[in-house]
């Protein structure tokens, strides 16, 4: 699996936009790049995914670069509910070793 | 929308005692897993399952870990003896692998408690 580096914190204001950077240079043609985030102890929740094409669901938006080294996760209009770790994984979906492998994420904050 | 669940949501033992955490998984999944996050720490894959039999297991996975699928629905977690490092919430994830990108999806996770 592909190592990911994320930065340990950020902060955003409620109501704007936040970015969270990944970079996953090492990531391998067949991996995918998904998000997830965990709020306090509760269970890893999914955001998004992506291979190389930019993704967008009702959640966020996945921009991945052309030569796949790095993502930014957005959530257009952060909320306090949006407090929480993010993870950035590179994951091979399609083998038959699928797992995922956290890092310890970006804690993000969404301030008032 | 379809979840998993996972029973009960605090567990506490004594250490050497067995316990069992129990999933329900989406109902369509095929795949299933666990993963557990010591206090503090990372997220940590333990196993994952297909077809009736384990597909990967992870170093902290030792014989004093089981899985299993009694019956149609429910995914097993069974520690034989419970040691103090134990201690940790439990997480278990079901993913159904219909097309080449997957997801994973989790449950609120179990807290077990060893003394």
């Known amino acids: 699996d592909a190592k990911t580096t994320q930065p340990t914190s950020m902060d955003c204001a409620e109501g704007r936009a936040a970015n969270l950077p990944c970079n996953h240079s090492t990531i391998s043609g067949n991996e995918y790049v998904y998000w997830y985030r965990q709020i306090h102890s509760q269970g890893p929740q999914y955001i998004i995914h992506g291979l190389k094409n930019n993704e967008t669901n009702e959640m966020a938006s996945l921009i991945i670069t052309e030569d796949r080294k790095s993502s930014t996760l957005i959530l257009p209009h952060a909320t306090l509910r949006d407090t929480a770790v993010y993870y950035c994984i590179g994951a091979n979906s399609g083998g038959s070793n699928y797992k995922l492998t956290f890092g310890k994420g970006t804690l993000l904050t969404v301030n008032p | 929308e379809p979840e998993v669940t996972q029973t009960p949501s605090h567990q506490v033992t004594q250490m050497g005692q067995e316990v069992i955490l129990r999933c329900v998984p989406i109902?369509?999944?095929?795949?299933f897993y666990w993963y557990r996050q010591i206090l503090g720490q990372k997220v940590e894959f333990l196993v994952s399952f297909y077809n009736n039999e384990i597909s990967e297991k992870s170093e902290i996975f030792d014989d004093q870990f089981s899985v299993e699928r009694p019956d149609g629905s429910n995914f097993t977690l069974k520690i034989r003896s419970t040691k103090l490092e134990d201690s940790a919430m439990y997480f278990c994830a079901s993913s159904n692998r219909v097309t080449i990108s997957d997801t994973q999806y989790f449950g609120p996770g179990t807290r077990l408690t060893v003394l």
């Open positions: 109902s369509n999944h095929l795949y």
